[in-house]
């Protein structure tokens, strides 16, 4: 087998998903936190209603993951990018006109994550893996890394502009913004290399006709091999946990920050630092995951997040940001270790149908917890409570990673 090329079409790929992923998960999940305030003011909401619409915004989406997922393991990728990157894209632009919690929640909560779901997770981490095998831990690290940049910098300017301009034209904008990103991201992406003459990571076989075997070789475990071992319902509790504290943060990151006793607006900025410094951090452990087993990196990072959770308990006003954001740091920027966990430990097989099973899974915590957190604010007029509950959660999800040892790969 010859050297891999200096430029590998892959490369392209990545590059093109991790800046229509950037913008596209940044404007729909991350930065969409900033309207929790205003949206409840305005539209005299709860914050429970609140937290139900985008917990079940990220809830209805995971579920359409496991169908996304096995579109694009069957059908390939290209097609479900242009159908949602339009279809999030036109979503935003008509939220921006609702009046009423049933119109946000028809256009955020169902016709937003259907777009979401088709456009970004799971349909990007599968395209990405199935481009990449040697490298998949740096490839994965770099698509997760784009995310989290793309957070710090949209978070700042959507607090700019809510404050600016409101929140309808910001959210109108963003829309806008997404549709014109779409139809140049679906012509550059392909689905995997096989489809124009090339294998995973740019390796070239001597003999062109060794193409099918050396893919058939990569492909791994098969959906019932993988649902038959323990690491993957360990992965499962552990990720199911993890995500459940830390959308109840996310969601909430704004109202929490404001009950410490910092200004609104400050406490958006405090968020968007949270993704600034996870970008050396997801890119950092991403990579180290060729190294160093995933497991017991989430392991380190989940009792981190722990540990920062409760000083966040103990402390108030600015100070307490110091806290909070090293939580999120620690528990969001191990996220990537999940996938490259499963894309290792299971393969190229059915890795976008695993996926969409494990994201239809933590959405239910992804729905819960928000909204649990909402309804006990609303009854207490404080959080208290709340992180009572997160800190043994992270604890318990850390424990689950630790014991994921990663399975015999299946032939």
């Not at 729909?28 to 005299?44: C, D, H, K, W």
């Not at 993890?242 to 410490?260: E, F, T």
Request: glycine share 10%.
């Amino acid at each position: 087998m010859t050297s891999p090329k200096l430029w590998f079409y892959g490369w392209r790929i990545l590059i093109v998903s991790s800046i229509f992923g950037a913008v596209g998960v940044a404007i729909t999940i991350s930065g969409f936190s900033v309207f929790f305030l205003p949206i409840r003011e305005e539209l005299n909401l709860s914050s429970t209603q609140v937290s139900f619409l985008i917990g079940l915004a990220w809830a209805h989406s995971g579920v359409m993951a496991l169908v996304m997922g096995w579109l694009a393991d069957h059908f390939g990728t290209r097609k479900l990018i242009l159908f949602g990157g339009i279809t999030c894209g036109l979503g935003l632009m008509l939220v921006s006109f609702a009046n009423n919690f049933w119109q946000l929640f028809f256009l955020y909560s169902v016709i937003v994550a259907i777009g979401r779901t088709a456009a970004f997770n799971p349909t990007l981490l599968a395209t990405i893996n199935q481009w990449f095998v040697r490298r998949k831990a740096i490839a994965m690290s770099l698509l997760g890394t784009s995310f989290t940049a793309g957070a710090a910098v949209i978070i700042p300017l959507f607090a700019l502009g809510s404050a600016s301009i409101g929140w309808r034209h910001t959210i109108f904008i963003s829309g806008l913004v997404l549709c014109l990103l779409t139809l140049p991201a679906a012509k550059v992406i392909r689905n995997k290399p096989e489809d124009i003459g090339l294998l995973p990571d740019g390796d070239k076989p001597v003999d062109e006709s060794l193409i099918q075997a050396e893919a058939s070789n990569n492909l791994g475990m098969s959906l019932r091999q993988a649902l038959a071992t323990r690491a993957f319902w360990l992965i499962l509790v552990g990720l199911v946990l993890r995500v459940s504290v830390a959308d109840a943060i996310l969601i909430h990151s704004i109202p929490m920050l404001v009950w410490k006793g910092i200004s609104e607006q400050s406490a958006a900025y405090f968020v968007s630092l949270v993704f600034l410094f996870m970008i050396p951090v997801r890119l950092g452990l991403g990579i180290s995951g060729a190294f160093i087993p995933p497991s017991l990196v989430l392991f380190g990072g989940m009792t981190i997040g722990a540990l920062s959770l409760a000083a966040f308990f103990f402390m108030d006003g600015t100070q307490a940001a110091i806290p909070f954001i090293a939580t999120l740091v620690a528990i969001e920027g191990a996220s990537a270790l999940n996938w490259i966990a499963i894309g290792d430990y299971f393969g190229r097989r059915s890795f976008a149908t695993l996926a969409g099973i494990m994201t239809v899974s933590y959405s239910i915590g992804a729905l819960l917890a928000p909204v649990g957190a909402g309804w006990i604010f609303d009854r207490t007029d404080s959080y208290a409570t709340v992180l009572k509950v997160l800190c043994p959660a992270l604890l318990i999800a850390g424990l689950a990673f630790a014991f994921a040892r990663k399975p015999s790969l299946v032939r």
